[in-house]
């Protein structure tokens, strides 16, 4: 069964500043990988899903996948105050997600 | 204006009860699902819904039991509570059940089982 880690634990970044999060997967022969955020009683945001070997980029957020390292990291370029939430990678195979336990992401203004 | 709708938010049951966790989806997809999320524990599947059909079923006890009498439907019905049972479940719909199906949840309804 796949298993999803993810780290830092928890991330404080000022505002503007480059904001890193990274997982691995024990299996890498997921059909995609995506990145989700979830603020505080809300639900869950799909921000990046992303296939292949390489980059994917959506708006402020980008996503690097290296299937041989079983590894995927997110980038949250020029992060603001409203990005404040927690982070959660997953992987989806077998038409299901296998969710890590969230990056808490703090930006201080 | 949320598209999928869990109600309630918030619910208090003691342990031996029974709870109906209601979602309704607006978005007009054809596969639905449960996740659950405990404290301290990542997101977890539990079951998902394609046409009203069980798709698949991860949850090992029968004391969950998911109802879907519309097609933008998919209740869960909790009997015999435990306080292990405490936890956030959340619902999510998507297109389809393949891979490049982006799901959409909601915002989930919090369970406290004393």
């Known amino acids: 069964q796949q298993k999803v880690q993810q780290s830092p634990e928890s991330l404080t970044v000022s505002e503007g500043a480059m904001a890193s999060l990274n997982c691995t997967f024990s299996?890498?022969?997921?059909?995609?990988f995506r990145w989700y955020r979830q603020h505080s009683g809300k639900g869950l945001e799909m921000l990046v899903s992303?296939?292949?070997?390489g980059e994917k980029e959506e708006g402020r957020f980008t996503a690097h996948l290296n299937r041989a390292s079983l590894h995927v990291s997110l980038h949250i370029r020029e992060p603001q105050p409203s990005d404040s939430a927690v982070y959660l990678c997953?992987?989806?195979?077998?038409?299901?997600?296998?969710f890590g336990i969230g990056t808490r992401v703090l930006v201080r203004p | 204006d949320p598209k999928i709708i869990q109600k309630p938010k918030y619910l208090v049951a003691v342990t031996g009860s029974e709870k109906i966790l209601i979602c309704e989806q607006y978005?007009?997809?054809?596969?639905m699902y449960w996740y659950r999320q405990s404290a301290k524990k990542p997101l977890e599947f539990m079951f998902s819904?394609?046409?009203?059909?069980?798709?698949d079923n991860q949850t090992a006890s029968s004391r969950f039991q998911p109802q879907s009498s519309k097609k933008n439907h998919l209740d869960l019905q909790i009997t015999a509570l435990k306080p292990d049972d405490s936890a956030t479940y959340f619902c999510?719909?998507?297109?389809?059940?393949?891979?490049?199906?982006?799901?959409?949840f909601g915002e989930g309804s919090k369970l406290t089982v004393l």
């Open positions: 999510a719909s998507s297109t389809g059940t393949t891979n490049t199906g982006q799901l959409y």
């Open positions: 299996d890498g022969t997921s059909d995609n």
């Open positions: 992303i296939f292949s070997d």
């Open positions: 997953a992987d989806y195979a077998g038409n299901k997600l296998t």
């Open positions: 978005l007009g997809h054809n596969a």
């Open positions: 819904y394609s046409y009203q059909k069980l798709m």
